[in-house]
């Protein structure tokens, strides 16, 4: 059964109107896209008060900013690459550096946390390039199979993204050990089939719209660049063991079935979790009991 928290943080979200805000195509969503690009210049304020116990140490992998966040007085042997989520849009907020911390404790893992560039500025190909100078840093000091990404929901794209890139490229750049992805887009825009799904859990979803994914496709890809967007068209033999979390009061599971299926004609071990009655990312509402259950969930997969 539903939380009662749970259900009060899904009844303000409808009530704020956080779908609608998304919900905008044409100059409209261009001036969204204007407020958000305004938004990403803000200094992350990173909690500080809240990571006592822990290093949070400053980087710049080519010309990117990273924070890696550890354990105070360890030496991990494993490294987790977190890609926040929100649309590549939205700029990452203190509460996905407080879950660094969970992650790094709880997994016994060193976290980069790259602030990676966004849209509107920055195409997803530039998106992807700089998250790999950030993954090559990693890969200096960690095995490739002691590396795992996790991404929530843009940021599990990204996750795919990557693998993508390196293997589109032919990079001499191995892939990491896991991926572990919460509520990923993997087929940007959707197909006709994946379209009337997501109309039909349109109503239950009160974060994403379906429209959005028509919206940011060409903001983010076209051309010889579109298969970043859509991993669910492209062959990911070889790609490491994903475990994948969906709730099901949210659009983007309607990429699931399909998805099941890409990973069983390529060979890719594949782990699924549901979250019934949960909303998109429901792992981020860190003081209600589902996501707090969740996390536990997301700590297994990155061990």
């Given at each position: 059964m539903t939380s009662l928290r749970c259900k009060m943080v899904s009844m303000l979200f409808r009530?704020?109107?956080?779908?609608?805000?998304?919900?905008?195509?044409?100059?409209?969503?261009?001036a969204?896209?204007?407020?958000?690009r305004i938004r990403q210049k803000k200094p992350l304020a990173v909690p500080y008060k809240k990571m006592r116990g822990f290093d949070v140490l400053s980087r710049t992998a080519a010309g990117t900013a990273v924070y890696v966040v550890r354990k105070q007085g360890t030496a991990p042997k494993k490294a987790v690459l977190y890609l926040f989520g929100g649309g590549y849009i939205l700029p990452p907020d203190p509460g996905d550096i407080v879950l660094c911390g969970q992650i790094a404790e709880e997994a016994d893992a060193e976290v980069w946390?790259?602030?990676?560039?966004?849209?509107?500025?920055?195409?997803?190909?530039?998106?992807?390039?700089?998250?790999?100078q950030v993954y090559r840093e990693i890969l200096k000091n960690f095995a490739p199979e002691n590396v795992?990404?996790?991404?929530?929901?843009s940021g599990g794209g990204l996750a795919m993204s990557l693998c993508m890139y390196i293997r589109h490229e032919k990079l001499e750049v191995p892939l990491p050990g896991k991926l572990v992805l919460q509520s990923p887009g993997l087929q940007?825009?959707?197909?006709d089939t994946q379209k009337e799904e997501m109309q039909r859990l349109a109503k239950a979803d009160?974060?994403?719209?379906?429209?959005?994914?028509?919206?940011?496709?060409?903001?983010?890809?076209?051309?010889?660049e579109a298969y970043l967007l859509s991993p669910l068209l492209f062959d990911l033999t070889g790609f490491p063991p994903i475990k994948i979390f969906y709730g099901t009061r949210e659009v983007m599971i309607a990429y699931l079935?399909?998805?099941?299926k890409v990973c069983r004609k390529y060979g890719v071990r594949l782990n699924v979790h549901i979250g019934r009655g949960m909303m998109h990312c429901w792992g981020a509402m860190e003081f209600v009991p589902e996501a707090k259950a969740v996390r536990q969930e997301y700590f297994r997969a990155l061990r």
């Open positions: 009530l704020l109107g956080v779908s609608r805000m998304l919900d905008k195509e044409g100059e409209a969503f261009e969204l896209l204007e407020t958000y946390f790259p602030l990676y560039p966004m849209a509107p500025e920055h195409r997803l190909v530039q998106t992807v390039q700089s998250t790999l795992r990404f996790f991404g929530t929901s940007v825009p959707p197909n009160i974060m994403i719209p379906p429209r959005f994914f028509d919206s940011i496709a060409p903001v983010l890809a076209s051309g010889d079935k399909d998805f099941k």
